[in-house]
């Protein structure tokens, strides 16, 4: 099964003091070990290295964007213009902020499930794509 992981899941991962890491942990874990693939659009790097350098410092920032270039499981999709003007007519239509927005439309696209912590994104997206709730 293919799923698209929007940053708030991934920064959870790599952030061993976030609320979520061990739910998430355990989530993703099951999921590579059924030999699910992972897909975001390639701004989760910048949104990834963003926050968790925010968070700690830019080294660990720098590293958590690498780990996810390396990682096996992930496929970044190139933000192209199409994909772009899907992503501002949800954010338009759905009233999504234009992160969010990119995420949606990757799996509005490829018809596959998000999967979100972001409570806003996950409750105005619902009624468009298939969404996975892993919030505990």
């Known amino acids: 099964m293919f799923i698209v992981v929007d ?6 991962r790599l952030v061993s003091e ?4 061990e739910p998430v942990k355990k989530w993703m874990s099951e999921r590579l070990e059924a030999e699910d693939q992972f897909l975001a659009p390639s701004l989760l790097l ?3 290295g963003g926050v968790i ?3 700690t410092t830019s080294a660990l920032g720098l590293r958590a964007i690498e ?7 992930l496929q970044l999709i190139e933000m192209e213009h199409s994909l ?3 992503a501002a007519q949800l954010a338009a ?5 234009g992160s969010d927005s990119i995420y949606v439309a990757v799996a509005a696209r490829l018809d596959i499930p998000l999967v979100t912590l972001d409570a806003d994104q996950r409750e105005k997206s619902v009624y468009r794509i298939t969404m996975i709730d892993i919030s505990m």
């Open 7 to 12: 940053a708030s899941v991934w920064v959870a």
């Open 67 to 73: 780990q996810l270039q390396n990682l096996q499981g």
């Open 18 to 21: 976030d609320v979520f890491h």
């Open 46 to 48: 910048a949104e990834v």
């Open 53 to 55: 350098g925010r968070r």
């Open 84 to 86: 772009i003007q899907e």
């Open 93 to 97: 239509e759905l009233g999504l902020r």
